[in-house]
């Protein structure tokens, strides 16, 4: 059974530092890994997506990089922002061909920017 | 925006009522997902829909009751709910074959059960 852990569970950031987001899952046999983001009481807005053939992906000030085979990816977040405080989740599709719709999320890391 | 839509946003139900949950897609997708989000715990998948086909169903109680009229709705018919059923319900949607199947998220409906 896929399991995803994200560590650390929260984080207390200033404004302007680099940070990084582990996210790790125990079955490397995925289809690819999503990282969403969550603001309070709020839906999941999808960030980045990474296909198992991927190494990582850049958008912005964001960059989510995959090593499959040692079942990690960690989420870099360039220069933060105030804005950039909320819950950070990733998730993995199973299967090496995608044929499961089921995603298994991680339990998600707080991130609080600080003026 | 997403592209996806969920109403009502808040809800407060007893134990006896039977309301709904509406979710629609404008995003030319043909699968619909339902997930429940409970405090300090990991999203859980509930049901998916693909091709307006009932694909899984993950072992919840027949107090919730989905249902997928065509592919750009989905509803979530609730019934003598319990406390514990208070949480965010999201709903999301994507495509079911080829590409990434990205899944794109409602704003979710805040549920509470007296």
């Known amino acids: 059974k896929q399991e995803v852990t994200q560590i650390p569970a929260a984080l207390s950031v200033p404004e302007g530092e680099n940070l990084v987001l582990n996210c790790s899952f125990t079955d490397s046999a995925i289809y690819n890994l999503q990282w969403f983001r969550q603001d309070p009481g709020k839906g999941l807005t999808s960030l980045l997506l990474?296909?198992?053939?991927?190494r990582e992906q850049t958008s912005g000030r964001l960059n989510a990089s995959l090593d499959k085979s040692s079942g990690r990816s960690t989420l870099y977040i360039a220069a933060s922002q105030p804005g950039d405080s909320a819950t950070y989740l990733c998730a993995v599709r199973p299967g090496l061909t995608g044929g499961g719709n089921k995603l298994t999320f991680g339990t998600g890391t707080q991130l609080k920017v600080e003026l | 925006e997403t592209g996806v839509t969920q109403t009502p946003r808040h809800l407060v139900m007893g134990m006896t009522n039977k309301k709904s949950l509406k979710c629609e897609q404008h995003?030319?997708?043909?699968?619909m997902y339902w997930y429940k989000q409970s405090a300090k715990k990991p999203l859980e998948l509930m049901f998916v829909y693909s091709l307006e086909e009932r694909v899984e169903n993950n072992s919840v109680p027949s107090r919730f009751s989905p249902e997928c009229p065509n592919s750009s709705h989905l509803f979530l018919h609730l019934h003598t709910l319990q406390p514990e059923d208070s949480a965010l319900y999201l709903c999301a949607s994507s495509q079911s074959q080829g590409g990434a199947r990205e899944q794109y998220f409602g704003p979710g409906t805040r549920l509470t059960v007296t």
């Open positions: 995003l030319g997708h043909n699968a």
């Open positions: 990474i296909q198992s053939s991927q």
